[in-house]
T-cell receptor
Framework: EDQVTQSPEALRLQEGESSSLNCSYT??????LFWYRQDPGKGPEFLFT???AGEEKEKERLKATLTKKESFLHITAPKPEDSATYLC?????????????FGTGTLLAVQP | ETGVTQTPRHLVMGMTNKKSLKCEQH?????MYWYKQSAKKPLELMFV???????ENNSVPSRFSPECPNSSHLFLHLHTLQPEDSALYLC???????????????FGPGTRLTVT
């Protein structure tokens, strides 16, 4: 069964303290791995898509990497406005639909 | 309007009521989705439409009834809901369901539903 596990569930950082969020996945064949950011009371906001092991993408203080078993979202020198829940999702080959399987997310709090 | 919009943003309904959620996308996409988000649970896919045709119904109870009149609009009709149906209902859209490429989905702000 396709599955996504995110860790930690919650992370508290001081402003400027870099860290990484983990997304482990089990999927029959990976079509794509997605990272989203979700603020309270809002819908998820798309951040990155990764397609194959070794791929990396960056946006401001965020960098996403992908291996055959997991993805990391690295946050460099975070600011309080980076506080949010970060969601990871995978899409597998074999299905007829663009089905995304989500993890439960990591709640990030960055304190000034 | 830009992106994906949803109305209403908040809805309180009794178990015997009938209501509808509306979603509109302004991105030129041709696939649309309904998701349910409950506390401490992953987003759950409910329905998928591609080119206005339903392509997946993820074992959702019949008290939820989707409608997709065109590629820009999606509705979720609700009737005789249960308190456990209280959740954030999210609409999303994406490009066509390609067999090779994986397209990201863009989400609306959601409707916070409370069933009393």
């Amino acid at each position: 069964e396709d599955q996504v596990t995110q860790s930690p569930e919650a992370l508290r950082l001081q402003e400027g303290e870099s860290s990484s969020l983990n997304c482990s996945y089990t999927v029959s064949g990976l079509r794509g791995l997605f990272w989203y950011r979700q603020d309270p009371g809002k819908g998820p906001e798309f951040l990155f898509t990764l397609y194959s092991a070794g791929e990396e993408k960056e946006k401001e203080r965020l960098k996403a990497t992908l291996t055959k078993k997991e993805s990391f979202l690295h946050i460099t020198a975070p600011k309080p406005e980076d506080s949010a829940t970060y969601l990871c999702a995978v899409q597998a080959y074999g299905g007829a639909t663009n089905k995304l399987i989500f993890g439960t997310g990591t709640l990030l709090a960055v304190q000034p | 309007e830009t992106g994906v919009t949803q109305t209403p943003r908040h809805l309180v309904m009794g178990m015997t009521n009938k209501k509808s959620l509306k979603c509109e996308q302004h991105l030129g996409h041709n696939a649309m989705y309904w998701y349910k988000q409950s506390a401490k649970k992953p987003l759950e896919l409910m329905f998928v439409y591609s080119l206005e045709e339903r392509v997946e119904n993820n074992s959702v109870p019949s008290r939820f009834s989707p409608e997709c009149p065109n590629s820009s609009h999606l509705f979720l009709h609700l009737h005789t809901l249960q308190p456990e149906d209280s959740a954030l209902y999210l609409c999303a859209s994406s490009q066509d369901l390609g067999t090779r490429k994986s397209y990201e989905q863009y989400f609306g702000p959601g409707t916070r539903l409370t069933v009393t």
